[in-house]
């Protein structure tokens, strides 16, 4: 006779990091080049004024762009980290995962409150 299988909440955190993945891999690199290097030189003026970024996060799909990338890549960099650490002796108990994963929680939880804050 075969044994149950046990229910496990594993594939709900593999999601989120393989979307996070995903997002980290196809905006990523778009984000780093226009915030960390054009807008800082001056190569492209205005592009991240005030008035623009407010714009965005007002707008239905801004808002849900910022919200995917940043709650998606916080999960993703949980599950990094929780490996990380692992390979440094940190054995994945049950509370590790909860600070880990429970960080990445509060940081979905916090920009979905601040975008929602920003109004539309």
């Not at 940043?70 to 980290?81: E, F, G, Q, S």
Request: with cysteine; proline share 4%; charged share 10%.
């Amino acid at each position: 006779m075969m044994a149950p299988l046990k229910r496990s909440n594993s594939p709900i955190f593999w999601l989120l990091f393989g979307g996070g993945g995903m997002v980290a891999a196809l905006f990523g690199p778009a984000l780093v080049l226009v915030t960390g290097l054009l807008v800082p030189l001056g190569l492209v003026s205005g592009l991240l004024s005030y008035e623009r970024a407010l714009a965005i996060a007002q707008n239905v799909i801004g808002k849900g762009f910022l919200f995917v990338v940043i709650a998606l890549m916080a999960w993703h960099a949980a599950h990094r980290l929780l490996c990380s650490v692992h390979d440094f002796g940190i054995h994945k108990t049950p509370l590790v995962k909860s600070i880990f994963y429970g960080f990445a929680a509060v940081v979905t939880v916090v920009a979905a409150v601040n975008l929602l804050a920003i109004g539309f």
